[in-house]
């Protein structure tokens, strides 16, 4: 009985031997499988730690390489497509950041011509230097350093290039290469985001025709396009003059107005001007003018400065009448300084019957340039001798009337020149009333055989000092009253008349 139960028992130990066998193999073989294809990594499921000395996984940078690669290496479509946006996201960040702030939108740093020299000629009257890069700028050295410069240049910012007396007294200025060798140098003390322009209040200024023909004008001319980020710089700086215009150059410029002559700062800028640009007398060329702007943006500027009412010379209602007369403004002078009227009340009351609100005014007499200014812009008529005074035209309303008396002594071109070209750029109507012999006090000075009052060329031939001194700083006149007042007639049917016009 023994020896039957041990033969039964044998093939059930086999049998449990081989399923525990099987179990073994399935085990070692899932394990196999598992290694072949599942991805290694943290059984917690935690990301995988990149250690400091291993390289860092490939990242594209941008939309081009991503599409590069795409085609050329197979990368998977949803790869290139988290990549592309990525890369786009990381340029419009860029193109954002490399915008310039607000309050720097209009900092239109120049750009330089690279077929023009540093400094040019603008015209006959004006050279200008345009310069970008590291711009450092000493004042009291007239001294630009700027590192895109190969060579030095020497200006003087003012535009009478060819006038050795005014040039005379306008600083020179030098534009330079940086010195060479590191910490060469000078170290900028003051930044600024706008472009330098330096001009000189020098040569003739002080008289108004030449403050707006040879500095204002210019200035505008070439400040405009920059929209107001512009510093100007004044060498040979005349407090009393500049505040004489200073509401012209806040109208051009949001940054304060420098004496860099007497600066101690090594000033830092993008780019830098030196010299305006001179188009034409008491003008603009809009053809040449680089933003195309104009004398009427000139004059609009003045009005905006001085606070001026009247764009245009209408009447109030209909009509011109007893409520709203036209106005007309005599610009008087002083006797002893020549090209005086000396009968000006009996021209006031002339002018008074034929229906002129009349006016009269010396500009040299008053100091405050605002009120001068709003007197002229509510004038529709202004007469005088030619003189500086006229340029007081850029204050009158479009459609209003200059008349230049011109002096005796044939100055006609003269005249012509300075104030009726001028007149057709600034929208004001021009006549001339040109003095004849028996009108000028000249011929109480000399006698009727005499070249000042029979050969007026022959005082021409001799230049510039003795025509002036005979015709304009000896002269007095006494227009007659009757062809004077056939010019006012004249003025008058020049003005608007409101609808019947």
Request: contains cysteine; charged residues 25%; glycine residues 6%.
């Amino acid at each position: 009985m023994k020896t039957r139960s041990s033969a039964r028992g044998e093939p059930r130990r086999l049998g449990n031997m081989g399923l525990l066998a099987l179990m073994l193999c399935s085990l070692v073989a899932l394990s196999l499988i598992r290694a072949r294809f599942a991805p290694i990594g943290s059984t917690t499921g935690a990301e995988p730690v990149i250690k400091a000395e291993d390289p860092k996984p490939a990242v594209v940078v941008s939309k081009a390489a991503v599409a590069t690669d795409a085609g050329d290496n197979d990368v998977p479509d949803e790869v290139a497509a988290v990549a592309v946006e990525e890369s786009k996201v990381r340029e419009d960040k860029q193109a954002e950041e490399a915008q310039p702030k607000p309050e720097r939108a209009a900092a239109a740093a120049i750009v330089v011509d690279g077929s023009k020299p540093v400094c040019h000629e603008t015209s006959r009257r004006s050279d200008t230097c345009e310069a970008a890069g590291d711009v450092r700028l000493l004042g009291r050295s007239q001294t630009i350093y700027v590192d895109s410069l190969e060579r030095e240049w020497k200006t003087r910012p003012y535009c009478r290039k060819h006038d050795a007396y005014a040039l005379s007294h306008v600083k020179e200025w030098s534009l330079k290469p940086h010195p060479s060798g590191d910490g060469a140098a000078p170290r900028c003390t003051s930044n600024s985001s706008a472009t330098a322009f330096v001009l000189s209040t020098g040569g003739f200024t002080g008289n108004p025709f030449h403050d707006y023909t040879d500095v204002l004008i210019p200035a505008f001319i070439t400040a405009h396009r920059f929209g107001g980020e512009v510093q100007f710089l004044v060498s040979s700086y005349k407090s009393w003059w500049m505040n004489r215009y200073i509401q012209i150059f806040q109208q051009m410029s949001r940054h304060e107005v420098l004496d860099i002559d007497a600066d101690d700062e090594v000033r830092c800028y993008p780019s830098v001007v030196v010299g305006p640009t001179f188009h034409k007398e008491l003008g603009v060329d809009a053809s040449k003018a680089p933003d195309g702007v104009s004398t009427a943006d000139f004059r609009r500027m003045l009005r905006s400065a001085f606070g001026l009412e009247r764009a245009t010379a209408t009447p109030s209602g209909d009509r011109w009448d007893i409520r709203r007369r036209p106005r007309l403004l005599i610009i008087t002078r002083r006797a002893s300084r020549g090209r005086a009227f000396m009968n000006e009340r009996a021209m006031a009351d002339m002018a008074g019957s034929l229906g002129f609100d009349v006016r009269l005014g010396d500009p040299e007499m008053s100091s405050d340039t605002s009120k001068f200014a709003r007197l002229v812009n509510s004038c529709d008529v202004m007469v005088g001798v030619h003189g500086a005074g006229l340029t007081n035209m850029v204050f009158l309303p479009a459609g209003a009337v200059v008349v230049q008396v011109v002096p005796f002594g044939r100055l006609e071109w003269l005249a012509r020149n300075t104030f009726a070209e001028p007149s057709a750029g600034m929208e004001v109507h021009y006549l001339e009333y040109v003095v004849q012999l028996d009108e000028t006090t000249l011929s109480e000075q000399y006698p009727s055989d005499h070249p000042v009052l029979k050969d007026p060329m022959a005082i021409h031939k001799q230049g510039w000092d003795a025509l002036k001194t005979t015709y304009l700083d000896k002269q007095n006149v006494r227009p007659h009253l009757g062809r004077l007042k056939n010019t006012f007639l004249q003025a008058l049917k020049m003005l608007p008349h409101g609808r019947d016009d």
